[in-house]
């Protein structure tokens, strides 16, 4: 997975606004129309866009927390601020779609008549919005949860837009409100797919996992490989962010290799980067007792 640099993720920053201030429209613009028309889909998909609202003002903030450098306090720098965003974008996306649940529960029970028209210019409205916003995104989605998070859930509100198009298009003929419920459940659908898939990726990073990819018994065997390893264990793998990933782990050395030992470092480093993609290793060499009795003999008294 590529790394964002500082330039990059500036320019990532200035979509992220951009994007904010799109949504930031269509989500009043939609949520007044909801109440206007009654239209449980144009409620649910201007929650929705409040979601993305909170969202990218927290992403704004984290991406400018991320491009801090290392203090003190913070030895590994601001990095998982990234996650934190993304995880709370998959938090607000799941209790968001409850309350359209509700919502469209409730039309069920107390039918309402449905501006088919309005759905139907919201819809459009929704669909461009979406669209450009999505294409704002899709480049920085493959190094950052909170871009791909953001990106994911644009790419699902295009698909709530289209579902709000067919339902004022149906409703246009017929005055029941049950188009208008089904555009509602199923936008609620990808809000529930987008919020738990980007929550568990969060989660994960935050419980400190491996890597999905990474194989234990492969980066086993090729350390084995290096001459003058006898065994290795202690191999623990984690994510900083979703481009950082670090690594530690014991090795043991022959005893007639000891003297090589900064050559031997050098070779599981290797490995770790070009074949594991490991962003930071840290090697322990660790020493038999044959060794130690070797290198290490006591002083008679």
């Known amino acids: 997975m590529p790394a964002c640099h500082s330039s990059r993720r500036q320019s990532l920053e200035a979509r992220f606004i951009w994007s904010f201030f799109l949504n930031g429209a269509l989500a009043v613009a939609e949520l007044v129309m909801s109440i206007v028309t009654g239209s449980t889909a144009i409620l649910a998909d201007g929650l929705m866009n409040v979601d993305d609202l909170a969202a990218l003002a927290f992403s704004i903030y984290s991406e400018r927390k991320t491009r801090q450098e290392p203090d003190e ?61 999505s294409m704002l995104l899709k480049t920085d989605a493959c190094c950052s949860l909170n871009a791909r998070g953001t990106y994911a859930c644009m790419t699902y509100d295009m698909i709530g837009s289209a579902a709000l198009i067919v339902s004022g298009l149906l409703s246009q003929y017929f005055s029941v409100v049950y188009f208008d419920v089904s555009a509602a459940l199923l936008i609620a659908f990808f809000m529930v797919k987008s919020g738990w898939g980007i929550f568990k990726e969060g989660a994960r990073m935050f419980l400190q996992s491996a890597p999905p990819d990474f194989g234990y018994d492969s980066f086993d065997q090729a350390v084995r490989t290096v001459r003058g390893v006898t065994s290795i264990g202690d191999i623990h793998v984690w994510n900083l962010t979703p481009t950082e990933t670090h690594l530690s782990c014991k090795v043991q050395i022959k005893v007639g290799d000891v003297c090589d030992c900064d050559r031997i470092m050098r070779e599981i480093e290797r490995i770790c980067r070009d074949d594991f993609h490991i962003n930071h290793s840290t090697i322990q060499p660790v020493y038999g007792e044959a060794t130690m009795q070797r290198f290490c003999k006591t002083r008679s008294a």
């Open 73 to 133: 306090h913070r030895t590994f720098g601001y990095g998982r601020m990234d996650a934190l965003a993304g995880f709370t974008k998959g938090c607000l996306l799941i209790l968001s779609s409850l309350v359209v649940l509700l919502q469209a529960g409730r039309l069920l029970l107390m039918p309402e008549t449905v501006a088919g028209m309005t759905v139907l210019v919201m819809g459009c409205f929704s669909l461009a919005v979406n669209f450009t916003s």
